[in-house]
């Protein structure tokens, strides 16, 4: 039996981009990042053009260098090729717990995640209005975050934890050219997020964006992708550290 644990450590990182052949560096990249946490999260474009080679390469990595739980989403590269079902699965039958709408308990922590989509932040946020094409991409921003929500809704752990590829906030695409930013994440992803009371929120997808914001009540979001990391912290491993308290299960 797992001890109980007073504080849980999470490791974080995406956009590893990993191809048919994994980078050398990646099998102590991931040892390290074990090696530092309870839990492991995974923020999305895990391989680089979402085939299943590719993400049989990454399982291979993990399941040789990590011996902590892995959590993880899916990104917009992982669905590049329409195979997303495949590596999902292929990730799956590596031990790895992959969040598409839904949840998870580790250590007493809820997990919850979806990989998001864009749309723009604030009052610049795409609105369902004009062309059909214009209306499918806000119909699919919706989606995502009613995946999120229902899957935050779901969970029963005291505290809660948030993982996306796309970022809720634009803080941390701060750094990113203003034109994309419609493109890295949706404020939609705020809402859920301010609802259902998070302790934690981890994303990608924004290569030079910014490595921590703040949701409107002041919770940590942290941008971890993987050359955001490399970047602002060249003088340590790249991959976030975040230790957050486990609250005992209220007795029913």
Request: aromatic fraction near 6%; glycine fraction near 10%.
């Amino acid at each position: 039996m797992v001890p109980a644990k007073d504080r849980l450590r999470l490791a974080a990182l995406g956009d590893v981009h990993c191809g048919k052949t994994a980078p050398a560096n990646l099998p102590p990249l991931f040892a390290q990042a074990g090696d530092s946490a309870d839990v492991l999260l995974l923020c999305g474009d895990l391989t680089d053009y979402g085939l299943p080679e590719e993400a049989r390469a990454f399982a291979k990595v993990l399941t040789g260098a990590v011996k902590v739980p892995v959590v993880a989403v899916l990104g917009n590269h992982d669905y590049h090729s329409g195979k997303q079902d495949e590596v999902e699965q292929i990730l799956a039958d590596a031990g790895v717990t992959v969040l598409n709408g839904t949840e998870c308990e580790v250590h007493g922590v809820g997990f919850a995640g979806a990989k998001g989509f864009g749309g723009g932040f604030g009052r610049h946020v795409l609105a369902p209005w004009g062309e059909e094409s214009a209306k499918r991409f806000v119909q699919e921003a919706i989606k995502e975050e009613l995946k999120l929500e229902q899957a935050l809704a779901r969970l029963r752990a005291p505290q809660r934890v948030a993982l996306l590829h796309y970022a809720p906030i634009r803080d941390t695409v701060e750094g990113e050219p203003p034109e994309i930013f419609a493109f890295l994440g949706c404020s939609r992803l705020e809402e859920p997020l301010n609802r259902y009371p998070v302790t934690a929120v981890f994303h990608g997808h924004a290569h030079h964006g910014r490595p921590e914001g703040r949701l409107r009540d002041n919770v940590p979001v942290y941008n971890v992708a993987l050359p955001l990391l490399q970047r602002t912290f060249p003088d340590r491993p790249p991959f976030r550290v975040v230790e957050i308290p486990v609250v005992p299960h209220p007795r029913l």
